[in-house]
Nanobody, 123 residues
């Protein structure tokens, strides 16, 4: 499975971005999908995950209420809509896929990772 993320960029605090991640080479609808991020000098951290059907999602407390993860299985694509962005959201954002239909916040539960897309939020 190959994952291609895009949609990052430079945005002012309070702004919005929509990240996309297209998968190829696997049965997308059978995978858990997640977004993680790694800020400057920080460990990689969980952002959001979505179950195979898209009917259930889970978020890190730091983004809850500001971010929405969704998926389009017909397009093999997962999205992360980020609103009310803060400077502390600055990070490289990675999408990930795991061979299970259940979502997960644990990085080791994911088998495939995208290359990352940079999100920079200016104050």
């Amino acid at each position: 499975v190959q994952l291609q993320a895009c949609g990052g960029g430079l945005v002012q605090a309070g702004g919005s971005l929509r990240l996309s991640c297209e998968a190829s080479g696997g049965t997308f609808s059978m995978y858990r999908m997640g977004w993680f991020r790694q800020g400057p000098g920080k460990e990689r951290e969980f952002v959001a995950t979505i179950w195979w059907s898209g009917g259930r999602t889970s978020y890190a407390d730091s983004v809850k209420g500001r971010c929405t993860i969704s998926r389009d299985n017909a397009k093999s694509t997962v999205y992360l809509q980020m609103n009310s962005l803060k400077p502390e959201d600055t990070a490289v954002y990675y999408c990930a896929a795991g061979r299970s239909t259940w979502g997960s916040s644990i990085a080791s539960d994911y088998d495939y990772w995208g290359q990352g897309t940079q999100v920079t939020v200016s104050s």
